[in-house]
Protein backbone atom coordinates (compact mmCIF):
# COMPACT_ATOMS: atom_id res chain seq x y z
CA UNK A 1 0.00 0.00 0.00
CA UNK A 2 1.07 3.25 -1.17
CA UNK A 3 2.38 5.95 1.87
CA UNK A 4 0.20 9.20 2.27
CA UNK A 5 1.74 12.32 3.79
CA UNK A 6 -0.32 14.85 5.86
CA UNK A 7 0.51 18.09 7.55
CA UNK A 8 0.39 17.32 11.32
CA UNK A 9 -1.93 20.01 12.15
CA UNK A 10 -4.46 22.49 10.76
CA UNK A 11 -6.59 25.33 12.31
CA UNK A 12 -10.31 26.43 10.61
CA UNK A 13 -12.67 28.99 11.82
CA UNK A 14 -16.23 27.34 12.66
CA UNK A 15 -18.53 27.67 9.83
CA UNK A 16 -15.67 27.59 7.24
CA UNK A 17 -15.06 25.05 4.68
CA UNK A 18 -11.86 22.76 6.12
CA UNK A 19 -9.22 21.37 3.58
CA UNK A 20 -7.39 18.98 4.56
CA UNK A 21 -4.09 17.85 1.84
CA UNK A 22 -2.86 13.74 1.39
CA UNK A 23 0.10 13.28 -0.81
CA UNK A 24 0.05 9.71 -1.96
CA UNK A 25 2.54 10.05 -4.73
CA UNK A 26 3.33 6.62 -4.86
CA UNK A 27 -0.07 5.13 -5.58
CA UNK A 28 -0.73 2.97 -7.81
CA UNK A 29 -3.61 2.15 -10.47
CA UNK A 30 -5.84 0.07 -8.56
CA UNK A 31 -5.48 1.94 -5.07
CA UNK A 32 -8.19 3.58 -3.31
CA UNK A 33 -7.78 6.68 -0.70
CA UNK A 34 -9.71 6.65 2.37
CA UNK A 35 -10.16 9.23 4.66
CA UNK A 36 -10.82 8.10 8.57
CA UNK A 37 -11.31 10.49 11.80
CA UNK A 38 -10.99 9.85 15.01
CA UNK A 39 -12.58 12.38 17.57
CA UNK A 40 -10.60 12.52 21.28
CA UNK A 41 -10.09 8.65 22.17
CA UNK A 42 -13.11 7.29 20.40
CA UNK A 43 -12.99 5.26 17.90
CA UNK A 44 -11.70 6.04 14.18
CA UNK A 45 -14.55 6.92 12.08
CA UNK A 46 -15.28 6.58 8.36
CA UNK A 47 -15.89 9.40 6.55
CA UNK A 48 -15.27 8.55 2.47
CA UNK A 49 -13.39 6.87 0.13
CA UNK A 50 -12.66 7.86 -3.79
CA UNK A 51 -10.69 6.12 -6.24
CA UNK A 52 -9.92 8.35 -9.06
CA UNK A 53 -13.07 10.51 -9.47
CA UNK A 54 -14.42 12.87 -6.62
CA UNK A 55 -16.66 11.82 -4.22
CA UNK A 56 -19.28 13.01 -1.39
CA UNK A 57 -21.42 12.22 0.59
CA UNK A 58 -23.71 13.86 3.73
CA UNK A 59 -20.21 14.04 5.91
CA UNK A 60 -17.53 15.30 3.35
CA UNK A 61 -16.30 15.67 -0.19
CA UNK A 62 -12.79 14.26 -1.51
CA UNK A 63 -10.88 15.99 -4.62
CA UNK A 64 -8.62 13.46 -6.13
CA UNK A 65 -5.97 15.28 -8.49
CA UNK A 66 -5.99 14.03 -12.08
CA UNK A 67 -3.10 12.36 -11.69
CA UNK A 68 -3.81 10.92 -8.35
CA UNK A 69 -1.14 11.93 -6.61
CA UNK A 70 -2.97 13.86 -3.77
CA UNK A 71 -6.15 14.20 -2.49
CA UNK A 72 -8.12 16.57 -0.58
CA UNK A 73 -10.51 15.96 2.37
CA UNK A 74 -13.22 18.77 2.34
CA UNK A 75 -15.38 19.43 5.17
CA UNK A 76 -17.71 21.79 3.56
CA UNK A 77 -19.19 23.93 6.85
CA UNK A 78 -16.96 22.99 10.03
CA UNK A 79 -18.03 22.98 12.97
CA UNK A 80 -16.69 22.44 16.56
CA UNK A 81 -17.57 18.70 16.80
CA UNK A 82 -15.38 18.14 13.52
CA UNK A 83 -12.05 18.77 15.86
CA UNK A 84 -10.69 15.91 15.17
CA UNK A 85 -7.42 13.80 13.74
CA UNK A 86 -8.23 12.83 10.33
CA UNK A 87 -6.10 9.85 8.37
CA UNK A 88 -5.93 9.70 5.04
CA UNK A 89 -5.33 5.87 3.89
CA UNK A 90 -4.41 4.77 0.90
CA UNK A 91 -4.88 1.16 -0.31
CA UNK A 92 -5.69 -1.75 -3.11
CA UNK A 93 -8.07 -3.96 -3.34
CA UNK A 94 -6.06 -6.89 -2.38
CA UNK A 95 -3.72 -7.92 0.03
CA UNK A 96 -3.90 -7.20 3.76
CA UNK A 97 -7.16 -6.15 4.70
CA UNK A 98 -5.76 -4.06 7.87
CA UNK A 99 -5.59 -0.40 8.10
CA UNK A 100 -2.71 1.49 8.15
CA UNK A 101 -3.22 4.91 10.38
CA UNK A 102 -0.15 7.34 9.72
CA UNK A 103 0.19 10.31 11.82
CA UNK A 104 -2.67 12.36 10.64
CA UNK A 105 -3.49 15.87 10.78
CA UNK A 106 -4.64 17.15 14.21
CA UNK A 107 -8.24 19.81 12.92
CA UNK A 108 -8.77 22.22 15.05
CA UNK A 109 -11.99 23.88 14.54
CA UNK A 110 -11.78 27.55 16.36
CA UNK A 111 -15.32 28.94 17.41
CA UNK B 1 -23.16 4.46 17.12
CA UNK B 2 -21.24 2.14 14.98
CA UNK B 3 -22.70 -0.81 16.16
CA UNK B 4 -19.40 -2.43 17.15
CA UNK B 5 -19.70 -3.10 20.99
CA UNK B 6 -16.72 -3.26 23.18
CA UNK B 7 -16.58 -4.71 26.82
CA UNK B 8 -14.89 -3.63 29.26
CA UNK B 9 -14.43 0.55 29.07
CA UNK B 10 -11.69 0.42 31.11
CA UNK B 11 -9.53 -2.17 32.74
CA UNK B 12 -6.95 -1.35 35.59
CA UNK B 13 -4.39 -4.20 36.17
CA UNK B 14 -1.31 -5.16 37.55
CA UNK B 15 2.34 -6.46 35.81
CA UNK B 16 1.69 -10.16 34.98
CA UNK B 17 -1.22 -10.54 34.75
CA UNK B 18 -3.93 -11.47 32.15
CA UNK B 19 -6.75 -10.20 30.84
CA UNK B 20 -9.71 -10.72 27.97
CA UNK B 21 -11.26 -7.96 26.09
CA UNK B 22 -14.27 -8.67 24.39
CA UNK B 23 -15.87 -7.45 21.03
CA UNK B 24 -19.04 -8.10 19.23
CA UNK B 25 -18.86 -6.88 15.95
CA UNK B 26 -22.32 -5.25 13.82
CA UNK B 27 -24.66 -7.55 12.66
CA UNK B 28 -23.88 -9.17 10.25
CA UNK B 29 -20.40 -8.76 9.70
CA UNK B 30 -18.10 -11.43 9.33
CA UNK B 31 -14.41 -10.09 10.03
CA UNK B 32 -12.92 -8.90 12.94
CA UNK B 33 -9.98 -6.89 13.25
CA UNK B 34 -8.19 -5.89 16.63
CA UNK B 35 -5.85 -2.32 16.73
CA UNK B 36 -4.07 -1.22 19.60
CA UNK B 37 -3.45 2.39 20.18
CA UNK B 38 -0.56 4.03 22.34
CA UNK B 39 0.75 7.50 22.89
CA UNK B 40 3.85 6.47 21.37
CA UNK B 41 3.10 3.86 18.53
CA UNK B 42 -0.48 5.63 17.09
CA UNK B 43 -2.63 2.85 15.86
CA UNK B 44 -1.52 -0.14 14.82
CA UNK B 45 -3.40 -3.53 13.26
CA UNK B 46 -2.92 -6.39 15.71
CA UNK B 47 -5.07 -9.05 14.26
CA UNK B 48 -7.95 -9.67 11.60
CA UNK B 49 -10.52 -12.82 12.14
CA UNK B 50 -12.70 -13.56 9.43
CA UNK B 51 -15.80 -16.21 10.29
CA UNK B 52 -14.03 -17.93 13.07
CA UNK B 53 -10.77 -17.69 10.92
CA UNK B 54 -7.53 -16.05 11.43
CA UNK B 55 -7.04 -13.86 8.65
CA UNK B 56 -4.19 -11.39 8.89
CA UNK B 57 -1.49 -10.99 11.89
CA UNK B 58 -0.19 -7.66 12.16
CA UNK B 59 2.66 -6.84 15.18
CA UNK B 60 0.98 -8.82 18.03
CA UNK B 61 3.14 -9.84 20.19
CA UNK B 62 3.28 -13.52 21.37
CA UNK B 63 1.94 -12.69 24.51
CA UNK B 64 -1.59 -11.99 22.93
CA UNK B 65 -3.78 -13.92 21.28
CA UNK B 66 -6.90 -13.64 19.90
CA UNK B 67 -10.09 -15.79 18.64
CA UNK B 68 -13.52 -15.61 16.93
CA UNK B 69 -16.40 -17.78 18.20
CA UNK B 70 -19.21 -19.43 16.11
CA UNK B 71 -21.53 -15.94 17.10
CA UNK B 72 -18.95 -13.63 15.64
CA UNK B 73 -18.18 -11.99 18.71
CA UNK B 74 -14.56 -11.84 19.07
CA UNK B 75 -12.21 -12.25 22.20
CA UNK B 76 -8.46 -10.34 22.59
CA UNK B 77 -6.31 -12.32 25.42
CA UNK B 78 -3.47 -10.26 27.02
CA UNK B 79 -1.20 -12.08 29.03
CA UNK B 80 2.06 -11.91 31.57
CA UNK B 81 0.99 -7.86 31.15
CA UNK B 82 3.76 -4.96 30.77
CA UNK B 83 3.25 -1.60 31.46
CA UNK B 84 4.03 -1.14 28.27
CA UNK B 85 1.03 -2.74 27.48
CA UNK B 86 -1.33 0.03 28.59
CA UNK B 87 -3.12 1.40 25.41
CA UNK B 88 -6.50 1.66 24.20
CA UNK B 89 -7.83 -1.54 22.08
CA UNK B 90 -10.37 -1.28 19.42
CA UNK B 91 -12.52 -3.60 17.46
CA UNK B 92 -13.69 -2.87 14.22
CA UNK B 93 -15.80 -4.98 11.97
CA UNK B 94 -16.66 -4.86 8.16
CA UNK B 95 -18.77 -6.16 5.61
CA UNK B 96 -17.83 -9.31 3.23
CA UNK B 97 -16.83 -7.50 0.33
CA UNK B 98 -15.91 -4.17 1.62
CA UNK B 99 -13.30 -4.44 4.15
CA UNK B 100 -11.94 -1.19 3.77
CA UNK B 101 -14.64 0.04 5.11
CA UNK B 102 -13.99 -0.85 8.98
CA UNK B 103 -16.37 -0.15 11.62
CA UNK B 104 -15.00 0.53 15.08
CA UNK B 105 -15.86 0.26 18.58
CA UNK B 106 -15.61 2.55 21.14
CA UNK B 107 -12.29 1.12 22.77
CA UNK B 108 -10.61 -0.44 25.78
CA UNK B 109 -8.62 1.33 27.94
CA UNK B 110 -6.00 -0.85 29.21
CA UNK B 111 -4.35 1.02 32.32
CA UNK B 112 -1.17 -1.45 33.94
CA UNK B 113 0.26 -0.90 36.80
Known amino acids: DAKTTQPPSMDCAEGRAANLPCNHSTISGNEYVYWYRQIHSQGPQYIIH???NNETNEMASLIITEDRKSSTLILPHATLRDTAVYYC????????????FGTGTRLTVIP | DSGVTQTPKHLITATGQRVTLRCSPRSGDLSVYWYQQSLDQGLQFLIQ???????AKGNILERFSAQQFPDLHSELNLSSLELGDSALYFC????????????FGPGTRLLVL
Open chain 1, 89 to 100: IVRGPTGANNLF
Open chain 1, 50 to 52: GLK
Open chain 2, 49 to 55: YYNGEER
Open chain 2, 92 to 103: ASSDRGREETQY
